[in-house]
């Protein structure tokens, strides 16, 4: 088990980067209609969200 819980942060940092430069791609190069990056937008959000519980999660007990 401890292999998993190692890997776990860095599946956290992962997500969070993909969700990151997903959402600034879509922005920078103005891709799509307006409706299209709001929903990029809040499923990198959601997408964060779960990246920072994986990442700073308590493995302590």
Known sequence: M???EQRTPFYGIVLILA???GA???NYYAFGAYWFRIAVYVVAAAVVAVGFV???RDYSH
């Open 54 to 56: 994986m990442t700073f």
């Open 24 to 26: 600034f791609a879509v």
């Open 19 to 21: 969700a990151m430069f």
């Open 2 to 4: 401890v292999d998993r």
